[in-house]
């Protein structure tokens, strides 16, 4: 394996390392916040890559897209305003703009040029961000929602990088806190929880925080994703009352195409793996 | 990424690779069939690797070996007898022997070389070889079904290397009509069925090639595997008559242990992601 012809992750304190077979580095940049590159790998289409870190590929990204934003909008009633903090490659906003209840999806990504990347390798991610209903803004999530108004958003989702640089501030209390003011009363918040396999303590960290901010009901979500450590990701969704049951029918009966996600799909991703539920058992 | 601190596997033609960290090699050698390396990993435990593809971690073989047999073994109604084609490594066998209707279970293996180093390097797989329901063979497990009686199995698990190799005849349309007529008429065939994502061709002809066979009700269930390529793994159950619901309310009130595998898990592994379900919609 000759490195000068490989893209590879050193998954952080895990011990694995993920590679893909690299046809040429596309662009590289600093940007004010992150190290930016993309490559054409040989059989992924593109990646994008920050401070080191695998974030998106144009063959797998459906699943991580996917399950950050249908399960949330139906479990939802209603979801009309919906924010995404981070989510700069915007293949998330794509998704949450299929739901035809959706009247106004923001995304606040502090870093604008990931968007603009994005437009130019990932074009098929941005295909929904001209529509009337998307609003772009390029500043920070955090301080985002600590200004918004109470009671203005149905879900928030915090799609963000690794919980260490930038996005830090977006896996603690007072972040949550702040979504929970910002949430109306059937206010979602779902956020992508790294591995059950390589880092259950995030987990674990993510859902106290969040309860401890009033969000005090989670539900942790399951699903592939090839080129994220481990290749088996998370999402936790978390509420002020009790979670109802999604709305399966609508859900079966979905206007749009996707590529993983379906009714028996959201099903599935809520059914528990025995260590996990033992760890949340165990330390309640 | 010093290259000789690491395990590293390229998935053949997927233009992806996966590595571990080691800290040393604990034995290789070229047995009569294939060859066999064992290494101790930073943070996966150890490593079997076998013709240079990762066989199975001491950290995460529980999904794979519990995800083999428990679907298989809660869907027949009644499983007395089992046969194991492979799983030298004794993981899958284990798990077998937990039920408390198995009479007996038969490992066939071509390869002595990996039980025996399977007892050294993974005591804890092996820790039901002395079970006296559990029955060791080192033959050829094509000619082994080959010869076999007719009706005189419940369930044949394929537990077996990518089909190169001595694997290869485990994957054809010979194999598996001696399975049907060695299986009873309740009986079930399963049989890892590689990656959804990277091998959809290969889970489509082992699907036509089961049904060519007789066994012409097949069912593809979905699992993480963090150490095969793409880290999503499945398996596919095949059977000559309808499979009926699995028992769930045995698997709810299963006597053992699992780390993994609970009936929710079950049935999530059934849900048919959406290009999935196209794929083999627009096959028939």
């Known amino acids: 394996m000759n490195p000068s012809e490989w893209f590879t992750e050193q998954a952080a304190g895990a011990g694995s390392a993920f590679s893909l077979k690299i046809k040429r580095k596309l662009h590289e940049e600093q940007s004010d916040f992150q190290y930016l590159e993309i490559y054409e790998t040989e059989t ?14 144009t063959r797998d990204n459906f699943f991580y897209h ?29 998704e949450v703009l299929k739901h035809p209840s959706v009247e106004h999806a923001v995304q606040i990504d502090i870093d604008e040029r990931v968007t603009r990347l994005a437009e130019i390798y990932f074009p098929e991610l941005c295909e929904s961000n001209n529509d009337p209903r998307a609003d772009l803004k390029f500043i920070d999530g955090i301080k985002w929602v600590k200004d918004a108004a109470p ?3 149905d879900i928030i989702i915090v799609d963000s990088t690794d ?12 972040f949550y806190r702040d979504c ?7 206010g979602l918040l779902v956020q992508q929880s790294e591995s059950a396999l390589l880092h259950l303590n995030l987990i674990k960290e993510m859902r106290d925080a969040m309860s401890s901010a009033g969000l005090s009901h989670t539900q942790t979500l399951f699903f592939p994703q090839c080129i994220y450590p481990s290749g088996w990701w998370s999402a936790t969704i978390a509420s002020k009352n009790a979670l109802s049951a999604f709305r399966e029918h609508d859900a079966k009966n979905k206007p749009f195409n996707t590529v993983y996600y379906n009714a028996d799909i959201h099903n599935a991703s809520l059914a528990q793996p025995e260590f996990f539920k033992q760890a949340f058992n165990s330390a309640k």
């Open 44 to 57: 992924f289409g593109n990646l994008m890559v920050i401070d080191g870190c695998t974030m998106v590929s």
């Open 66 to 94: 996917e399950m950050m934003s249908h399960p949330a909008l139906y479990t939802h009633p209603n979801p009309k305003n919906v924010w995404i903090i981070g989510g700069g490659d915007c293949g998330t906003l794509r």
């Open 151 to 153: 009671n203005s958003v």
């Open 163 to 174: 919980p260490i640089g930038p996005a830090e501030g977006l896996f603690g209390v007072d």
């Open 180 to 186: 929970f003011n910002c949430l109306t009363e059937n």
